[in-house]
Structures are given as structure tokens and as C-alpha cells.
């Protein structure tokens, strides 16, 4: 199906924020899920865990599947002129590179409260949990500052 050329450059603008949301609802879940294990060791909260591991892939599945249905047909070529002027859109270029920059300062000011508490735990993994909430909350304060600076 060919879409107008207005059109189609609003729709990949469209497309690429819904699936920008849909990771980040996805990933929002990951990271309740790995703070209840790394800070609940007598299982207490194992039926909470257990339905935050589960919630993160359905989401996951059903926002992929909410977007594929909103295409209504329409394909999508990587090598597409369209989808590549929405993709080195400088406007969008630069509202990833604050995205960039406020995920890294998040990052930074938030290492030092977690450092204190993870080295407060009697865990022999505490790094790995460190590296794991790192990679977590960056990606999480990447996309949400990205969808806030990208807004219409």
C-alpha cells in the first residue's frame, strides 16, 4: 500500500515513538523485577517478582503486536528515502544527543546512592547487580528523555 509522501514521513515518526514506548514499558518491569531480587534474599515478595518477570515480555509481545496491527499493511524498507530523511533528521539527531547527555548525567548522580546501598548488602554479586541497574537505568532515562524531548 503507498502512502502520500506528507504522510508517510508523520507515519515513521509516529512508528519509531511507539516503539521507542513500547521499550521502555518493557524495560520499566525488567528493573522493578531485578531491585525486588536484589534487595528481598528471604523471598518474601516471590509472587511480585514472579508476575513482574512475566509482565515485561507480555508487554513487550503486545506493544510489538499493537504496532504491527497500526501499520495497517504498510511495508517498511530499511533502504527507504523516507524512513532514512526521518532517521538523520537533524532535529531528531539532536534531541537524541540530550537525550544522550541527560541519560548519562541520571547515570552519574544516580551511581553514588546505589554504590551505598548494594554495598550495604551481604551479596557476593552486588557488582553484577551494579552493572545491571546501570545499563537499566540508562537505557530507561535514554528513551524517556528522548520521548520528552521529542514530543510534537
Given amino acids: 500500500m503507498k502512502q502520500p509522501e506528507a504522510h508517510r514521513t508523520e507515519f515513521f515518526l509516529r512508528y519509531m515513538k511507539r516503539l521507542a514506548s513500547i521499550c521502555l514499558a518493557g524495560l520499566l518491569p525488567a528493573l522493578c523485577y531485578g531491585v525486588l531480587t536484589a534487595w528481598d534474599r528471604d523471598g518474601q515478595h516471590e509472587r511480585l517478582q514472579l508476575s513482574l518477570l512475566l509482565l515485561s515480555p507480555t508487554i513487550l509481545t503486545l506493544g510489538l503486536a499493537w504496532v504491527l496491527i497500526s501499520r495497517r499493511g504498510v511495508s517498511i524498507a530499511s533502504d527507504d528515502p523516507d524512513l532514512q ?34 554495598g550495604l548488602r551481604p551479596s557476593t554479586d552486588s557488582l553484577a547487580h551494579m552493572g545491571t541497574f546501570t545499563w537499566f537505568i540508562g537505557a530507561i532515562s535514554f528513551l524517556a528523555a528522548f520521548l520528552f524531548f521529542d514530543r510534537d
Fill in 85 to 118: 530523511a526521518v532517521a538523520k533528521d537533524e532535529f531528531r539527531r539532536l534531541n537524541a544527543m540530550r537525550a544522550f547527555r541527560a541519560a548519562f548525567l541520571i547515570v552519574m548522580v544516580v551511581q553514588l546512592p546505589l554504590a551505598w546501598l548494594l
